[in-house]
């Protein structure tokens, strides 16, 4: 059984940083993609940052480029999203999810992952 569990998340003043990260077991960390996603109250559940199974490339949405940096550490089957210049726009519920096999570069398309955490609630307050 596959499972993908975040943690990090908190309540942060604007400014702060977080980071987030995301273990997986049930399968080869290192042989999948990894995304981050986040979705905000009444809103569409949006794409953040990917990193292919290799550490290279990586993408980000124009909305956090600059702040968040997406990392793996494959021997910890373990992801991250270092999250630095927080502001209230980025408060979410923070989602990880690992990639098809035929995905194994990431992207954007949250269609192209196939396993996903239960999430992790950043707040972000002025």
């Known amino acids: 059984q596959v499972q993908l569990v975040e943690s990090g998340g908190g309540l942060v003043q604007a400014g702060a940083s977080l980071r987030l990260s995301c273990e997986m077991s049930g399968r080869p960390f290192s042989r999948y993609a990894i995304g981050w996603f986040r979705q905000a109250p009444g809103k569409e559940r949006e794409f953040v940052a990917s990193?292919?199974?290799?550490?290279?490339?990586?993408s980000y949405s124009d909305s956090v480029k600059g702040r968040f940096t997406i990392a793996r550490d494959n021997p910890k089957n373990t992801g991250y999203l270092q999250m630095n210049s927080l502001r209230p726009e980025d408060s979410a519920v923070y989602y990880c999810?690992?990639?098809?096999?035929?995905?194994?570069?990431?992207?954007?398309?949250?269609?192209?992952?196939?396993?996903w955490g239960q999430g992790t609630q950043v707040t972000v307050f002025s």
């Open positions: 999810a690992s990639s098809r096999p035929a995905y194994t570069d990431g992207g954007t398309d949250p269609s192209i992952y196939d396993y």
């Open positions: 990193i292919s199974w290799a550490g290279s490339p990586r």
